[in-house]
């Protein structure tokens, strides 16, 4: 195979901006279908055998010495959000064949099939929910709610996978149970953690549980000279109430862990002399325990009731998402840890933050992740990167893990 660094830069030419923008790359837009086309003949050109299911997530197998036996899984994306970096997502991707690349030139003969896995549209870009292809084929997201959804286009999920040629039943996504013996995904880590403690490798524990609150508010819009504060329905500032609120809850919650956002808000008719008559806001709320995200959660939802009956404001509420963290398997973490003093490579065990399709796979299947650092913790940028030397490492420990993965039949 080209090494991993050449097939990344190559695989950034395939996005829908000026790459001094950074890269898009939008679920089954031409750049998508190019990418994937080119992970396609990287793939076949390591022999592997590919298969790609009903909504695009995309399996490449090398085969092993006893193919009955569940495989052994990695990977990860290359869908990426408007004006973002080269590496998150791809780096677990086309990591995994340059992983199994080195096993094959070592001339490493694997009991286990190992199988390099692409997932579907881990960003929420196009149709609003993040994780599509793992949420489907993890039993996360059933094949009825997936044709429910649509792009800000208004065209269906159905419709635009079938037109982009992927064109099975939703049905068959789902793996069945003892698919994967265990399941790693290698990943940038996203955040400033290993840079700032100069450690080559993060092993994850747990990824915390994140959840996404759509709220809609209607009062009533008037000339922002005529009408007298006491007869003001202002949605403006019942959305500004409720994101004080998200701050407030978050930050007095027993978990440390927990974090809320109000990351989108915006106002009609936004206008200076026009007092707001409609406020949208997206909510994202996070934790690593799933009783104290809940909790506040909760708690949220009862402040928006309290805050919009004081102020006469009309609300609706929409759960985008809310799913349990992952506790990843303490037996893979292990095995990793012990891997990568082997390499003499410095390493920790720590909680993922962001959520990845590896969230989805815990649920089925023993899983885990491999980060490595990122500079200054910047992501979903343009200036996103990690050294070759430091991608160099993640894939080396991530070919020693299926090494000794595929040999194992016990966790
Ligand atoms: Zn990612």
Same mark, same amino acid.
């Given at each position: 195979?080209?090494?991993?660094?050449?097939?990344?830069?190559?695989?950034?030419?395939?996005?829908?901006?000026?790459?001094?923008?950074?890269?898009?790359?939008?679920?089954?837009?031409?750049?998508?279908?190019?990418?994937?086309?080119?992970?396609?003949? +990287?793939?076949?050109?390591?022999?592997?055998?590919?298969?790609?299911?009903?909504?695009?997530?995309?399996?490449?197998?090398?085969?092993?010495?006893?193919?009955?036996?569940?495989?052994?899984?990695?990977?990860?994306?290359?869908?990426?959000?408007?004006?973002?970096?080269?590496?998150?997502?791809?780096?677990? $991707?086309?990591?995994?064949?340059?992983?199994?690349?080195?096993?094959?030139?070592?001339?490493?003969?694997?009991?286990?099939?190992?199988?390099?896995?692409?997932?579907?549209?881990?960003?929420?870009?196009?149709?609003?929910?993040?994780?599509?292809?793992?949420?489907?084929?993890?039993?996360?997201?059933?094949?009825?709610?997936?044709?429910?959804?649509?792009?800000?286009?208004?065209?269906?999920?159905?419709?635009?996978?079938?037109?982009?040629?992927?064109?099975?039943?939703?049905?068959?996504?789902?793996?069945?149970?003892?698919?994967?013996?265990?399941?790693?995904? +290698?990943?940038?880590?996203?955040?400033?953690?290993?840079?700032?403690?100069?450690?080559?490798?993060?092993?994850?524990?747990?990824?915390?549980?994140?959840?996404?609150?759509?709220?809609?508010?209607?009062?009533?819009?008037?000339?922002?000279?005529? $009408? +007298?504060?006491?007869?003001?329905?202002?949605?403006?500032?019942?959305?500004?109430?409720?994101?004080?609120?998200?701050?407030?809850?978050?930050?007095?919650?027993?978990?440390?862990?927990?974090?809320?956002? *109000?990351?989108?808000?915006?106002?009609?008719?936004?206008?200076?002399?026009?007092?707001?008559?409609?406020?949208?806001?997206?909510?994202?709320?996070?934790? *690593?325990?799933?009783?104290?995200?809940?909790?506040?959660?909760?708690?949220?939802?009862?402040?928006?009731?309290?805050?919009?009956?004081?102020?006469?404001?009309?609300?609706?509420?929409?759960?985008?998402?809310?799913?349990?963290?992952?506790?990843?398997?303490?037996?893979?973490?292990?095995?990793?840890?012990?891997?990568?003093?082997?390499?003499?490579?410095?390493?920790?065990?720590?909680?993922?933050?962001?959520?990845?399709?590896? +969230?989805?796979?815990?649920?089925?299947?023993?899983?885990?992740?491999?980060?490595?650092?990122?500079?200054?913790?910047?992501?979903?940028?343009?200036?996103?990167?990690?050294?070759?030397?430091?991608?160099?490492?993640?894939?080396?420990?991530?070919?020693?893990?299926?090494?000794?993965?595929?040999?194992?039949?016990?966790?």
């Amino acid at each position: 195979m080209e090494n991993i660094h050449n097939a990344l830069e190559k695989l950034a030419t395939f996005s829908s901006c000026p790459s001094d923008i950074g890269v898009t790359r939008i679920l089954y837009t031409k750049e998508d279908l190019a990418a994937r086309a080119y992970f396609l003949e +990287l793939s076949r050109d390591l022999g592997l055998e590919v298969k790609v299911d009903a909504i695009g997530n995309t399996f490449a197998r090398w085969k092993g010495q006893q193919p009955d036996l569940a495989a052994i899984g990695t990977g990860s994306h290359i869908d990426a959000i408007p004006h973002s970096g080269k590496y998150d997502g791809t780096v677990g $991707v086309f990591g995994g064949l340059a992983a199994i690349d080195q096993l094959q030139q070592e001339g490493f003969q694997p009991k286990r099939s190992i199988e390099v896995l692409m997932f579907t549209a881990e960003e929420p870009t196009r149709f609003g929910i993040g994780c599509l292809g793992s949420r489907v084929l993890s039993g996360q997201l059933s094949p009825a709610s997936a044709r429910t959804l649509s792009d800000p286009q208004g065209q269906y999920l159905n419709e635009v996978r079938k037109a982009a040629g992927f064109t099975g039943a939703l049905d068959s996504v789902l793996l069945p149970d003892n698919y994967y013996h265990a399941f790693i995904e +290698l990943h940038i880590e996203q955040g400033p953690i290993l840079e700032k403690e100069e450690l080559d490798i993060g092993i994850v524990s747990k990824i915390a549980a994140p959840s996404t609150l759509k709220v809609k508010l209607k009062g009533e819009g008037g000339h922002a000279g005529c $009408v +007298l504060m006491p007869d003001r329905k202002d949605a403006g500032c019942a959305a500004a109430e409720i994101a004080l609120a998200v701050e407030q809850i978050a930050r007095s919650s027993a978990s440390p862990d927990t974090v809320a956002t *109000t990351g989108i808000l915006e106002i009609q008719p936004a206008a200076v002399n026009s007092i707001p008559k409609a406020a949208y806001m997206e909510i994202d709320l996070r934790d *690593t325990q799933i009783e104290t995200r809940d909790k506040a959660l909760t708690s949220l939802q009862d402040q928006i009731r309290y805050i919009t009956g004081k102020r006469n404001v009309e609300h609706s509420m929409e759960l985008l998402n809310c799913d349990p963290p992952a506790i990843c398997d303490s037996n893979l973490v292990e095995t990793i840890q012990n891997i990568c003093e082997n390499l003499n490579y410095s390493s920790k065990v720590m909680i993922s933050r962001a959520y990845h399709d590896s +969230l989805f796979m815990a649920q089925r299947f023993p899983t885990t992740m491999i980060f490595i650092p990122s500079k200054d913790g910047i992501s979903h940028r343009p200036d996103e990167y990690s050294s070759p030397r430091q991608i160099d490492k993640g894939v080396r420990v991530l070919a020693q893990t299926l090494k000794t993965l595929s040999s194992s039949f016990n966790l």
